[in-house]
Structures are given as structure tokens and as C-alpha cells.
């Protein structure tokens, strides 16, 4: 059975992490949860925000999401990367390229980096 793109994603997302830190890549691919913060510019206030997101998962889907502590209701997976929504803001977290981008309700908008925790 082929392993989905997300799930290869965040195995990758979790290697290369490790190994961009000085560590050797887990023995084992069983992580069960990746936390990332994101550092969020909100435009057009041009105000930074730390965004913590949380996906657990498993080896063959991403079982849930939280942002900052608080689980989405709903999430859809495309490729690497997450979409969901939070109090009326549409997020989308690029798992691969480690990118925040979000829209509430066209009144202002963010994009930035996220770091493992």
C-alpha cells in the first residue's frame, strides 16, 4: 500500500530537522507528533504573532490539529500541506517548506516561517 505524500512530508520534515541540528535522523519513523511555532506577520497592522501548531499523527494520516492549544474542528491534507480554519481566519501550513499563510475574512492577511519545537 503507497504511503500518502503528507505523511512523507512530515517523516522528512522530522529527518531533516533532526539533521539540520547536529543529530543523527531517528531510528524509527514512529514520531507521533510534530510542534512547530510560527512566527506570523499580520498585515496590514504589521504585527508579529507566535502561532504554535501541533499535528499528531500516524503512518497513515494526520489524526489532528491544534493552534495554538485549541483543536480545529475540521482540517483537509493536500500534498504537505494543512488546511484549516480558526475564529473566522483560513490557515494553510506548508509542512515541507515549514510557511504559515492565513486570510481573515479579507481584512488582513499573514504569511512566516515556522521552527520545530
Known amino acids: 500500500m503507497r ?3 503528507w505523511v512523507g512530508g ?3 520534515l ?6 539540520a ?15 512547530l511555532s510560527c512566527e506570523a506577520v499580520y498585515l496590514p497592522a504589521r504585527t508579529t504573532w507566535t ?3 501541533t ?7 494526520v489524526r489532528s490539529v491544534q493552534i495554538d492549544g485549541v ?4 482540517f483537509n491534507v493536500r500534498d504537505t500541506v494543512i488546511l484549516t480554519s480558526t475564529d473566522n481566519e483560513r490557515i494553510q501550513i506548508d509542512t515541507a517548506t515549514q510557511v504559515w499563510t492565513s486570510d481573515f475574512r479579507g481584512a488582513a492577511t499573514s504569511q512566516g516561517r515556522c521552527e520545530r519545537r
Open 71 to 74: 483543536p480545529v474542528y475540521t
Open 10 to 12: 512530515l517523516l522528512l
Open 21 to 35: 541540528q547536529g543529530g543523527k535522523p531517528p531510528k524509527s519513523q514512529q514520531q507521533k507528533t510534530v510542534a
Open 3 to 5: 504511503r500518502p505524500a
Open 55 to 61: 499535528i499528531d499523527y500516524d503512518q497513515q494520516r
Open 51 to 53: 502561532r504554535l501548531v
Open 14 to 19: 522530522a529527518t531533516g530537522l533532526a539533521c
